[in-house]
């Protein structure tokens, strides 16, 4: 799996949990509705961390929170 991948997985998965919509994050977090719909829908080879940080304040959890998955393990990623 790639990063990106991953990345888009642990969102969905975030967004899911909680029951948020990408619209309800938006607004709580100011990244733009077309970033997070371009980060799910792997339209980004990389994310910023400045926009994955932007995204854990919207979603009320820390950097290392949103990464603590195994999604992220080593193991799982491709080089």
């Known amino acids: 799996m790639k ?3 991953a990345i888009s997985a642990r969102l969905t998965e975030l ?3 909680r029951g948020m919509t990408q619209y309800r994050l938006y607004m ?6 077309s970033t997070i719909g371009n980060i ?3 339209s ?3 994310v910023k961390l400045r926009i994955l940080h932007e995204l854990c304040q919207g979603l009320e959890i820390s950097l290392p ?3 603590n ?3 992220f393990d080593e193991s799982n990623l491709d080089p």
């Open 3 to 5: 990063l990106n991948e």
């Open 15 to 17: 967004l899911n949990e």
């Open 28 to 33: 709580r977090s100011g990244v733009p509705k």
């Open 40 to 42: 799910i829908n792997l």
């Open 44 to 46: 980004y080879d990389s």
């Open 65 to 67: 929170t949103f990464f």
């Open 69 to 71: 998955s195994p999604l």
